[in-house]
T-cell receptor, first 111, second 114 residues
């Protein structure tokens, strides 16, 4: 089955700096890669996603890049703000329609 | 509000007991997914149903079972509970089986096994 590795597990940045979270996946047939943000005690919510036919996608301060050959994708957050503090999960959906999540990254933005 | 409703929000029970968690998906969504999130852990995929039929199975223990009813609500049954089953159980829904779009998560059911 699919295996998704996510790094780092914790990330601390200063407000205004950029944050990068990286994920690798194992199933070359995976074709959909969403990122979810989970605030403390809340449900995960989709913040951005990318499909396998696209290399990069941007939405305001967040962007995701995908390298299918290397089977890795990354989340980039620029100009970080305290409200960006949360746990971020990457995920990969394979041909069997199973969405597998990475282990999560706890992002802390220090004011 | 995602439109996905989970009950109960909190549940405390003893080892060896059995509990049922309920999920009502968003109106019109045919797919229901169950995930387990242990303390400070990631989201472990348990099982997916589409329009009443099982479509994908993850690391779901034999002590756990689930089903999706004709009205599309789903139930996750956990039996012979162990301390390690304490976790937050999320249900999520999406419109179509093969849809590569968003999963809408409920608020979760927090299970504590004492």
């Amino acid at each position: 089955g699919e295996n998704v590795e996510q790094h780092p597990s914790t990330l601390s940045v200063q407000e205004g700096d950029s944050a990068v979270i990286k994920c690798t996946y194992s199933d070359s047939a995976s074709n959909y890669f969403p990122w979810y943000k989970q605030e403390l005690g809340k449900r995960p919510q989709l913040i951005i996603d990318i499909r396998s036919n696209v290399g990069e996608k941007k939405d305001q301060r967040i962007a995701v890049t995908l390298n299918k050959t290397a089977k890795h994708f990354s989340l980039h957050i620029t100009e970080t703000q305290p409200e960006d503090s949360a746990v971020y999960f990457c995920a990969a959906k394979n041909a069997g329609n199973m969405l597998t999540f990475g282990g999560g990254t706890r992002l802390m933005v220090k004011p | 509000d995602s439109g996905v409703t989970q009950t109960p929000k909190h549940l405390i029970t003893a080892t060896g007991q059995r509990v049922t968690l309920r999920c009502s998906p968003r109106s019109g969504d045919l797919s229901v997914y169950w995930y387990q999130q242990s303390l400070d852990q990631g989201l472990q995929f348990l099982i997916q149903y589409y329009n009443g039929e099982e479509r994908a199975k993850g690391n779901i223990l034999e002590r756990f079972s689930a089903q999706q009813f004709p009205d599309l609500h789903s139930e996750l049954n956990l039996s012979s509970l162990e301390l390690g089953d304490s976790a937050l159980y999320f249900c999520a829904s999406s419109p179509r089986q093969g849809n590569t779009g968003e999963l809408f998560f409920g608020e979760g059911s927090r299970l504590t096994v004492l």
